[in-house]
């Protein structure tokens, strides 16, 4: 009498189970942006590169305001291009040659050239370019030797 009701215990705990496993799966239809996703990911990455050559490209000017070292709207600017070119050339590296306005001490003058260069920096590093791939000059430092891409960091100069 006893076996009986173990066995409809133990029928009652695997039917569930076996129940699950009789139900047919879904299959959602992906969403526009997974199957976006999905064609980035299938297409290499040279077919999405810019095949601007690095001479049309650098160096870029990026103009500041008198004075200011607040980014400009950068939408239309070469600089726009910069992340994505450098993404696809992992062997360039960004070179930020700041400079100021010629007004105050050239101490002055120095660190707004530092606080624009700075600025620089950190919109391409926010655009994804390694930090490691961005060497600030010194205002009126000389360019270093080999290929880079170089960014005018200057002002009106008035």
């Keep these: 009498?006893?076996?009986a009701p173990l066995r409809l215990a133990a029928a009652l705990m695997i039917l569930p189970a076996v129940a699950g496993c009789m139900t047919p799966r879904a299959?959602?239809?992906?969403?526009?942006?997974?199957?976006?996703?999905?064609?980035?990911?299938?297409?290499?990455?040279?077919a999405t590169c810019p095949q601007?050559?690095?001479?049309?490209?650098?160096p870029a000017?990026?103009?500041?305001?008198?004075g200011g070292a607040d980014l400009p709207n950068v939408g239309g600017e070469p600089l726009a291009q910069i992340p994505t070119w450098l993404a696809c050339h992992p062997a360039v590296a960004a070179v930020i040659k700041p400079d100021a306005d010629t007004h105050g001490t050239a101490a002055e003058q120095d660190a707004l050239a530092r606080r624009r260069a700075l600025a620089v920096q950190a919109w391409l590093e926010s655009n994804g370019v390694s930090a490691a791939r961005v060497?600030?000059?010194?205002?009126?430092?000389?360019?270093?030797?080999?290929?880079?891409?170089?960014?005018l960091a200057e002002g009106r100069r008035w």
């Design 27 to 46: 299959h959602p239809k992906p969403s526009q942006a997974v199957l976006e996703a999905r064609a980035r990911a299938a297409t290499p990455l040279a």
């Design 1 to 3: 009498m006893m076996a």
């Design 52 to 58: 601007t050559p690095l001479a049309e490209l650098s």
């Design 135 to 151: 060497r600030i000059l010194a205002r009126g430092g000389a360019e270093p030797a080999g290929e880079h891409l170089t960014i």
């Design 61 to 66: 000017l990026v103009g500041f305001a008198f």
